[in-house]
């Protein structure tokens, strides 16, 4: 069993940064994919951000290129998304997610575990 914790949202002004951060518990975190998906009032949760289990094969949405970056720490059982230059179009509650695979997946339903979820609010 793998527990998912997020933080780091608020509220930004339009251009500017966050970071989030998800703390994963379990040993086995090494061994999970993880991602990261949002979901807005009124809309389906969509991808966001994926990351290999060892860190170095990523993928991101078309949405976020350029703007977004997924990483992961092993040692520290950490996921973070830092998003730069947000929109007012960012603005959701975003999830973590982990799966017990080691390729990078952007299906919500291939995820086996999620967290609570984090707030960004992005202001124009």
């Known amino acids: 069993q793998v527990q998912l914790v997020e933080s780091g949202g608020g509220l930004v002004q339009a251009g500017g940064s966050l970071r989030l951060s998800c703390a994963a518990s379990?040993?086995?975190?090494?061994?999970?994919?993880m991602g990261w998906f949002r979901q807005a009032p009124g809309k389906e949760r969509e991808f966001v951000a994926a990351v290999n289990w060892r860190g170095y094969n990523t993928y991101l949405a078309d949405s976020v290129k350029g703007r977004f970056t997924i990483s992961r720490d092993n040692a520290k059982n950490t996921v973070s998304l830092q998003m730069n230059s947000l929109k007012p179009e960012d603005t959701a509650v975003y999830y973590c997610?982990?799966?017990?695979?080691?390729?990078?997946?952007?299906?919500?339903?291939?995820?086996?575990?999620w967290g609570q979820g984090t707030q960004v609010t992005v202001s124009s």
């Open positions: 997610a982990g799966g017990r695979f080691q390729f990078i997946s952007a299906t919500a339903g291939e995820y086996d575990y």
């Open positions: 379990g040993r086995t975190f090494s061994n999970y994919a």
